[in-house]
């Protein structure tokens, strides 16, 4: 199948619905923009059922109820039943904190599948700081356990970074006694609001190496027991991760005001043309906009990326990544090994000062 | 490792799921923040787990269906069984 401009079109598979950027915290490495959408913007429920209908029909199989925090919409439980409907699987990312009890079990009760809970660290102090929330830590934790009450499946995800890099042992040790199927260990990526903390946040090379260590060891001994899925911190890296599985291959991300982006950093390169929810079905978005064609496929590569022969592996890393470390969003990202730019990344993560967090607000 | 007995009743967790998509082109297991794409065979056995039936049963009928030597296809179907109870696809 090819897009009118002879580029191959592919299937979406995952749908991450930011159905708000309201939060009650403020983690200074939040993924959503500088300048957050406001409630007047944000889409109504009819408008996320019609979405939801349309990403099944193109083929998304899992819609990520996300934000901001979730919780905060008033009709999240009429927008999980809409999702289940489209029929999508259905998985709710949650702070933890926000979310009722009552809220949780109608959602179970219209078809949720799965739930995904951010914890900040294993020490209460430490985490409610990080969460720039009181209170946050015991609130998340009582949340976990009344998902596990009502059967549904739980992942724990943890945002790594200098200030709780050294207990990701503890951290899963927490997940496993919160009865986690499944951990996500996330170190932190350098956009927006991290970027802002990025020398607050940053670890040191030997905390990186002892962390991926420590999780391969975690590995293995929980092995049959709990999944555990780790992103690798790309400073220290030599090659590029495979940003969203490729530009407009395999998943989309929708705005609390419905524009529609091939990852959720997007925005932050300028010059691409999002098209929203509003003015245009999923369909005609994901093939024709201008921004999922923009770093479709191979032809926009420069060298080194154009001849190497894992272009079709990495496709290049990250477009936001080249853009915000080179100022040219076609550039090969400079976590590469073969970037010319490469060095420049030993550089910035050399730069770590405890200074205050920036908070997301 | 999660070791599978014959008489072990395999079946699919709450969070997991065996779905027909056209668009995807055939079944896939969808399972938290992860979607996999079985081979025929897996398909089969995992059409089976129903919390019905035993690993024994479910042997016996594919070995009837494919007229298979029955001990390879309860070998095989352990096998798979065990890998998918390790990612918390299954439930023993």
């Known amino acids: ?361 | 490792m999660n070791t599978v007995s014959d008489d072990s009743v395999p079946r699919l967790p709450r969070g997991v799921r065996l779905v027909d998509s056209a668009a995807q082109g055939g079944m896939v297991l969808l399972a938290p923040e992860r979607v996999f794409k079985p081979d025929p065979i897996a398909i089969e056995i995992l059409k089976r787990c129903t919390g019905a039936a035993t690993v024994a049963a479910i042997a016996d009928e594919l070995a009837a269906a494919y007229s298979a030597p029955r001990e390879r296809v309860l070998g095989d179907v352990k096998t798979l069984l065990g890998s998918l109870a390790d990612k918390q696809l299954l439930e023993l």
């Open chain 1, 1 to 361: 199948m090819t897009a009118g401009n002879g580029q191959v079109l592919y299937k979406p598979l995952g749908l991450l619905a930011e159905l708000t950027h309201r939060c009650p915290l403020g983690c200074p490495y939040c993924s959503n923009p500088i300048e957050l959408e406001r409630r007047s913007d944000e889409l109504d429920t009819a408008t996320w059922t019609r979405v939801f209908r349309e990403a099944a029909g193109l083929g998304v199989l899992q819609v990520h109820l996300s934000g901001g925090e979730p919780g905060a919409r008033r009709d999240l439980v009429e927008i999980a039943a809409a999702a289940h409907a489209a029929p999508l699987y259905t998985n709710l990312i949650t702070s933890g904190v926000g979310l009722s009890k009552e809220t949780l079990a109608a959602l179970a009760e219209v078809g949720l599948d799965h739930v995904q809970i951010s914890i900040q660290d294993s020490k209460a102090a430490s985490a409610d700081h990080i969460a720039g929330y009181k209170g946050a830590y015991a609130r998340k934790n009582a949340l976990a356990a009344e998902v596990v009450r009502l059967g549904l499946p739980l992942t724990i995800n943890m945002v790594v970074h200098r200030a709780n890099i050294e207990r990701i042992d503890e951290m899963v040790e927490q997940a496993l006694e919160l009865g986690a199927s499944r951990i996500e260990i996330a170190h932190v990526q350098y956009y927006g609001w991290a970027l802002k903390n990025r020398a607050a946040l940053m670890p040191r090379r030997e905390q990186v190496e002892r962390a991926v260590g420590a999780v391969e060891a975690l590995r293995a001994k929980h092995h049959g027991r709990i999944v555990i899925d780790a992103v690798v911190p790309d400073y220290y890296a030599r090659f590029p991760k495979p940003c969203v599985g490729g530009w407009g291959r395999r998943s989309l991300n929708v705005t609390p005001s419905g524009r529609v982006l091939p990852c959720h950093a997007a925005e932050s390169i300028p010059g691409l043309e999002f098209w929203s929810v509003r003015d245009h079905s999923l369909h005609e978005i994901w093939q024709s906009s201008p921004a999922f064609n923009a770093f479709r496929g191979t032809d926009w590569m420069p060298e080194p990326c154009i001849s190497c022969a894992r272009r079709d592996q990495d496709f290049g890393g990250c477009r936001c990544q080249a853009f915000l470390l080179t100022g040219d969003a076609r550039a090969t990202d400079p976590v590469c090994h073969l970037s010319p730019r490469h060095a420049m990344l030993a550089e910035l993560a050399s730069v770590q000062a405890d200074e205050p967090y920036v908070y997301r607000r």
